[in-house]
C-alpha cells in the first residue's frame, strides 16, 4: 500500500501564502513526476504544478510567478510554495504521485485533499 498525505492548507487573505506538503509512504521502487492538482466548486480538476524526478518543473499558466513546487527525495515529500494568492486560487488541492513499485510497475495515487481558501 501507498498513501499520500496532504498538509498546509487554509485559509488566507489574497496576497497571502499558504505552503502545502504532501508525503508518500510505504513500499515503492522509487518515485517519478509528483505534482498538484486542485478543484474549484463547480469546475474540473486541472494541473497547477508537477515536477519530475530530475528537477524539472511544469506549472499551470494561472500560477506561474506565483507558486513554487520542490521535493525531498530523502523524505519523499512534494511542497507547494503559494504566494500573492488570489480568490481565484480558492480549491480542494490535491497530490499526485506517479512511482514505480517495487515490481516495475507504474502507478498513479491521489491524496485526499487540502482546501484552500482565499477571500478578498
Known amino acids: 500500500q501507498v498513501q499520500l498525505v496532504e498538509s498546509g492548507g487554509g485559509l488566507v487573505q489574497a496576497g497571502g501564502s499558504l505552503r502545502l506538503s504532501c508525503a508518500a509512504s510505504?513500499?515503492?521502487?522509487?518515485?517519478?513526476?509528483m505534482g498538484w492538482y486542485r478543484q474549484a466548486p463547480g469546475k474540473q480538476r486541472e494541473l497547477v504544478a508537477t515536477?519530475?524526478?530530475?528537477?524539472?518543473?511544469n506549472y499551470a499558466d494561472s500560477v506561474k510567478g506565483r507558486f513554487t513546487i520542490s521535493r525531498d527525495n530523502a523524505k519523499n515529500t512534494v511542497s507547494l510554495q503559494m504566494n500573492s494568492l488570489k480568490p481565484e486560487d480558492t480549491a480542494v488541492y490535491y497530490c499526485?504521485?506517479?512511482?514505480?513499485?517495487?515490481?516495475?510497475?507504474?502507478?498513479?495515487?491521489w491524496g485526499q485533499g487540502t482546501q484552500v481558501t482565499v477571500s478578498s
Open positions: 499526485n504521485v506517479v512511482l514505480t513499485s517495487v515490481l516495475f510497475r507504474k502507478y498513479e495515487y
Open positions: 510505504g513500499r515503492f521502487f522509487s518515485i517519478n513526476t
Open positions: 515536477i519530475s524526478s530530475e528537477g524539472s518543473t
